[in-house]
Each structure stands twice: as C-alpha cells, then as structure tokens.
C-alpha cells in the first residue's frame, strides 16, 4: 500500500476498534477480536442494511448454540369460548429446533485496489465497509435458499452457489415438512409451468396453488408474500408481450414494472440470490437467520506474503423458518419451462 493509503487504513482500523469495544492496539497490530452484546447488534445491523430484503426478516442475536425457535409462530388459532370454563389451546412446544453452526467470510482486499479506494479521499471507509459488508449479505440470502447441507471443508468448485455452508430455509422445509415442498405435477419429479399441457399455465395458477398448501389458519393472511425467481418472472413477460402482441418497448415496461404486481391475490419479488426457477409463498417475518452472540470475531489485517488486507468474520448462524405451516414452496430443480430442462 501507498503511504496515504497505510494511513487512511490505520485511521479504519482504529475507527473499528472504538465501534466495537475493542481493544485499538490488538486491531491495529491485526489480532482477532471478539464482538458481544451491542456491538455485535452493530455488526448484524451494519451487514442487514446491504440488503433490503435481510432488512425485512428476523437477524437476532441469540445466547445458545442450538435450542428452541425465538419467534416461533403457533401454527394453529388460540380463541374460543367454553360455556363451563375457560378457553385454552394447548400448544406443543416440541418440534424442530435450530442449531448454529461455524461460518467464516473472509476475503483479501489488494492493495492496489486499497490505493484506488484512497484516492476518494473520505469515501475510503464507506466504500471498504460496503465492499465487505456487501458481500456478506448477498452470500447470507444465497446460503439461505441454496444450502443443503454442512461440510467440515467446504468446497466452492463443487458447490459454487454455497450449497454446503448451512441448511438453509428450503432445507429447513425439505427436513422439517417435505409435504409442503412441491416436488412434482403429473408428471413424476417434473413441475412444468407454461405451455401446452402444462401443470400450471402461469404465475397466477401456481400462486393459487400453493396458496391452498398453507396451514388453514395462514390462507387468507395480508402479509403473504409470493417469491419467485428470475426465469419465471421472464417467462411469464414473455408470454404477455406476445399475446398482446406488444412492440419491444411496450414488451421492456411490462418485464420492468407491469409484472411484478401480484400473483395468486399476492404481491410478488424477486429475493437476491433467489433460485431462478425457485417459487415460496411465506410471510417476511417467517424467515429468520440467528447468530450466537458470543461467536462473533473479526480481524482486519495487512498481509505482505499476499499483498493485500485481510478481512475476516467469523461467527455461528442458523437459517430458521420459525412456521412450517406458514411456508410452501416448489422444488425449484424440478421446475421445467417450455422447450428445455430444469435449471442446475
């Protein structure tokens, strides 16, 4: 690094140590610390506001490695009326319980890119924190509907889109309750959308469908939001322009705005990293990614033998879905779309 860049850098690195209680000398000297308490809060509020969607669920801090869900939704009604008594509903406390497991983002930063960054004079921490943080969050929503499973040694060839970080929501479901991930149409292991004989001729059928698969009591909720992914989204543009026989400006305000209205009496998006293929009907509040509060670590450290900064945050997560009945799906590997096959 230039020598206004080691001192910009230095200036962050003590910036850091007073945001989160930390020892300065240990932070300058690139020591890993640890984060609790409020400043961990910080840290979970600093990554959260990288996206919007994080924003919209649950990201608390919680004390346990595993245990009982924190928001934990009843997934049955609770009023009555007893004309010798009281009403009550006894609720089952037993079912899936969360477990947080070791995950680690790290990342080098070259030096070259540090000087570019210096030469914005006081944009310099802004433009570090929103390049790591950034990250953070698009890899958080990806291992959330990506991940299958936890590998001692994960390996990004074999699982470039993070499948073996954690389990995350969708596998939350498939474990938890399979009956409420769509696996197939009339034909086995296919769910085929659009075209002719096809098991759902639009978004709004599948929406409706789905729907029905809800917990009674979550059917006729206002908060429902139906996810769904890229290709559907564009298949279905697709299919509008052509039936209305749209001209190719008229076809680019519909896939830009038109469409993304509602779908099955629900409003419709497109999460970050959310399987093209992929369609959930859940509510925000349902989706929730814990952390174990006394977990968190970070190192910001100038590394000669590579040439760069590096950026570490460790800490323990769990990607709950805290009502199963409140949360349905398809198994977006098995969607097929007219004239191919199911996406990877």
């Given amino acids: 690094m230039k020598k206004d860049t080691k001192a910009l850098f230095k200036q962050f690195q003590a910036r850091i140590a007073k945001q989160y209680d930390t020892d300065p000398v240990d932070v300058l000297a690139g020591k890993q610390f640890e984060i609790?308490?409020?400043?961990?809060?910080?840290?979970?509020?600093?990554?959260?506001?990288?996206?919007?969607?994080?924003?919209?669920?649950?990201?608390?801090?919680?004390?346990?490695?595993?245990?009982?869900?924190?928001?934990?939704?009843?997934?049955?009604?609770?009023?009555?009326r007893r004309e010798n008594g009281r009403y009550r509903q006894v609720i089952d406390p037993n079912g899936a319980k969360y477990l947080c497991v070791e995950t680690d983002s790290g990342i080098v930063i070259s030096w070259l890119r540090m000087d570019t960054w210096a030469r914005m004079g006081p944009q310099f921490m802004a433009l570090y924190a929103m390049y790591v943080q950034q990250q953070i969050a698009l890899d958080q929503c990806m291992v959330g509907w990506r991940g299958i499973s936890v590998a001692a040694n994960t390996d990004t060839t074999a699982n470039p889109l993070l499948e073996d970080v954690n389990k995350g929501w969708m596998q939350w479901m498939r474990d938890n309750k399979p009956e409420n991930i769509m696996e197939e149409g009339a034909k086995a292991g296919k769910i085929s959308i659009y075209g002719t004989d096809a098991d759902y001729a639009n978004l709004d059928d599948l929406g409706y469908d789905l729907r029905q698969g809800l917990g009674e009591a979550h059917r006729e909720r206002?908060?429902?939001?139906?996810?769904?992914?890229?290709?559907?989204?564009?298949?279905?543009?697709?299919?509008?322009?052509?039936?209305?026989?749209?001209?190719?400006?008229?076809?680019?305000?519909?896939?830009?705005?038109?469409?993304?209205?509602?779908?099955?009496?629900?409003?419709?998006?497109?999460?970050?990293?959310?399987?093209?293929?992929?369609?959930?009907?859940?509510?925000?509040?349902?989706?929730?990614?814990?952390?174990?509060?006394?977990?968190?670590?970070?190192?910001v450290k100038d590394d000669d033998d590579i040439k760069g900064v590096v950026d570490s945050y460790l800490r323990r997560e769990a990607y709950v879905v805290e009502d199963e009945s409140l949360f349905v799906g398809v198994e977006f590997a098995n969607v097929v779309l007219p004239g191919d096959t199911p996406a990877p």
């Fill in 36 to 80: 609790t308490g409020p400043q961990g809060e910080k840290l979970l509020g600093a990554v959260q506001t990288r996206s919007d969607f994080l924003q919209k669920i649950n990201m608390p801090l919680v004390m346990d490695i595993q245990g009982e869900k924190v928001f934990s939704g009843l997934q049955q009604t609770i009023t009555g």
């Fill in 222 to 299: 206002t908060d429902l939001v139906f996810m769904v992914g890229a290709d559907l989204v564009a298949k279905e543009a697709a299919i509008v322009s052509k039936d209305k026989g749209l001209v190719p400006t008229e076809r680019a305000a519909v896939k830009q705005f038109d469409l993304m209205g509602t779908f099955g009496g629900m409003p419709a998006t497109i999460p970050p990293n959310f399987p093209a293929r992929g369609a959930v009907i859940t509510t925000y509040n349902n989706l929730s990614l814990y952390t174990q509060d006394a977990s968190m670590r970070r190192q």
